[in-house]
């Protein structure tokens, strides 16, 4: 048997939310695309005991509790990392070390060094290494960046991209570790975001050069974290912790191409419960997208005749379109865990040869944490607030 012949044996790290739609996105990956590979999950990894009852419900048939056990286990190829970022450095270190491949959770890291540390890891590591920006894998956006890249909206000169939640906007929605700073990095900023600022960059395929910015923390303090449900989870009745992050973020951005960028995210928009817009405006037309319906793509182009100019809509669900023609007959769409199951087959064909798949690479990943770093530099630098300056 060759090592292409060969199962590749997966490990989850961590079991939240990440930890779950990993496991489900391994399952179904080779249920509905070729991937040339068997897949076989090992083990997952969480830090308590008492997550092994719902591994076993996942259908892993090994849980464990320290990473460090795992991911230099000869009988594991793929270190799958879907911790908090204050753990991701580390673990993604430890794995490309041992010689595995790895997948990674956006944001890459914490901090622009821990992200170089683990683009030079990767760097001379022979194994494939990529950041799990899962937007990217969405009909969708992958249709829009076609029609960009071939030259449809002809010179882009707006980027409007908003990602707009609401499990925050209660001021007692408990408090997780997506509020602590050291732990997640950043608060809205880090962790959605990220996400506007990759699909930017690479719907475009160009480079933010500078930005100038504003974050805002509504909500100070909130009551512990009692038990887990949904997002937010159940608060406690104990002393309140303090929030140490961003709710919401708001910055302006040009990229080197000459677009102008307007960017806004937060988890404190009552009503929007995933809301991951972008609209992009060129000289020959634009597109415009929201996750909230993402089995659609508007589309105007300048150039239909006047009297029946307008944005069309198109339904993303057909063959023809990035990986739909995989999945159910044309027009009855997707949802927000296909994304993750084109992740890891992206992934598994970039493990068979085709490098090209692996995107974002860790040093792309790494560009949008210095987006990040720059948007909190100029946040923090008031200076570049100008005052309105009223009479009286
Ligand atoms: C929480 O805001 C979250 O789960 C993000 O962490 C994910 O990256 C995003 O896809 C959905 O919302």
């Not at 974050?215 to 608060?235: D, K, M, N």
Request: net charge negative; charged share 20%; with cysteine.
């Amino acid at each position: 048997m060759t090592m292409q012949d060969a199962p590749l044996r997966i490990a989850v790290i961590g079991n939240g939310f990440m930890g779950r739609i990993h496991t489900q996105a391994w399952r179904t990956a080779p249920r509905f695309f070729d991937l040339g590979r068997e897949i076989e999950p090992i083990v997952l990894v969480g830090r308590r005991p008492e997550g092994a009852t719902a591994a076993r419900d996942l259908g892993w048939p090994e849980y464990a509790t320290d990473w460090r056990d795992v991911v230099t286990r000869p009988d594991i190829d793929v270190v799958d990392i879907c911790t908090p970022g204050d753990t991701h450095a580390e673990i993604a270190l430890a794995a490309l070390a041992a010689g595995k491949h790895v997948l990674c959770e956006k944001p890459l890291a914490n901090s622009v060094e821990e992200a170089d540390r683990m683009v030079a890891a990767a760097a001379s590591a022979s194994s494939v290494a990529m950041c799990g920006f899962s937007y990217r894998r969405t009909p969708a956006l992958a249709a829009a960046r076609a029609l960009i890249a071939e030259g449809a909206l002809g010179e882009i000169r707006h980027v409007r991209a908003q990602y707009l939640q609401d499990w925050l906007s209660d001021p007692d929605a408990p408090h997780t570790w997506r509020l602590d700073r050291e732990r997640a990095g950043s608060g809205t900023l880090g962790d959605i975001g990220a996400h506007s600022i990759d699909t930017a960059q690479w719907l475009l395929g160009d480079d933010i050069t500078a930005v100038s910015a504003v974050l805002r923390t509504f909500v100070s303090t909130r009551p512990p974290l009692a038990g887990q449900a949904g997002l937010g989870g159940v608060g406690g009745s104990g002393d309140r912790l303090p929030v140490t992050v961003d709710d919401a973020a708001a910055f302006t951005a040009t990229f080197a191409g000459g677009a102008l960028g307007v960017f806004e995210a937060t988890r404190m928009a009552t009503g929007r419960r995933n809301a991951n817009r972008i609209e992009i405006n060129g000289s020959l037309g634009s597109v415009a997208f929201d996750f909230e319906r993402m089995n659609e793509l508007e589309y105007y182009r300048a150039d239909d005749p006047s009297g029946a100019q307008g944005f069309r809509r198109i339904q993303v669900t057909e063959p023809e379109h990035p990986y739909a023609g995989a999945w159910w007959p044309a027009g009855h769409g997707l949802g927000y865990e296909h994304l993750f199951t084109h992740q890891i087959v992206d992934l598994v064909r970039a493990i068979g040869g085709d490098l090209d798949a692996a995107a974002p690479s860790f040093a792309e990943a790494a560009d949008v944490q210095r987006v990040l770093a720059a948007v909190a530099e100029s946040a923090a630098n008031e200076a570049v607030m100008t005052p309105v300056r009223r009479v009286g």
